[in-house]
């Protein structure tokens, strides 16, 4: 109570244990609210919710990417390439024999814009980030990436080619806003 002061002799003599028990709980109750604070966050980033809220899609602006080059976006935690094609790649990818491949996909099923190639870059084999986005990179036998971790190569559409991948890189969902803005998811 607020008539009862730290000093007051009764405090010291009858309300000792009242006052260990009111510093007890004062302590408990700013450990509470530490807690809350910095708990909620923690929990609210677990929320599944609010985590595809703000992960769902993201939005990239293609234009400075140039004819032959590749970038690597984060989209929901997961690297996702996109490669400008140039015309021999986009030649060579669609002249493919559909009937040859393990996992049998045209690369117009893959690429709705054939300039553009939008894979999310995870090895379908068991999940390495397979080379191929930088020049220097290997690009395998099919001139598109190379997982080195057990050998698969995949071609200029993504496609699982050689080596113990079962699938094909996975296309995610999206949607160009204009000529040079893609939104994924
Ligand atoms: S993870 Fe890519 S080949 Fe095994």
């Not at 708990?39 to 939005?59: G, K, Q, R, V």
């Not at 400075?64 to 060579?92: D, L, M």
């Not at 393990?102 to 080379?131: M, S």
Request: proline residues 7%; hydrophobic residues 35%; contains cysteine.
């Amino acid at each position: 109570m607020s008539t009862h002061s730290a000093t007051h002799p009764s405090d010291k003599d009858s309300k000792g244990g009242t006052r260990r028990d009111f510093l007890f709980l004062t302590a408990g109750a700013f450990g509470a609210v530490g807690a809350g604070i910095f708990s909620w966050p923690f929990i609210d980033s677990m929320n599944p919710a609010a985590d595809t809220l703000a992960m769902a899609s993201t939005e990239v602006d293609l234009s400075p990417v140039e004819v032959g080059q590749s970038i690597t976006v984060t989209w929901r935690g997961t690297p996702v390439f996109i490669r400008h094609r140039t015309a021999e790649e986009i030649e060579a990818a669609r002249a493919v024999d559909v009937s040859s491949l393990r996992d049998p996909q045209t690369d117009e099923d893959r690429a709705t814009k054939p300039e553009w190639l939008v894979i999310v870059g995870i090895c379908t084999h068991l999940g390495c980030v397979p080379l191929g986005q930088k020049k220097t990179d290997p690009h395998g036998e099919f001139g598109g990436w190379f997982c080195p971790c057990h050998g698969s190569h995949y071609d200029q559409s993504g496609r699982i080619r050689k080596g113990p991948a079962p699938k094909n890189m996975v296309v995610p969902e999206y949607t160009f806003l204009s000529d040079t803005l893609i939104r994924i998811g």
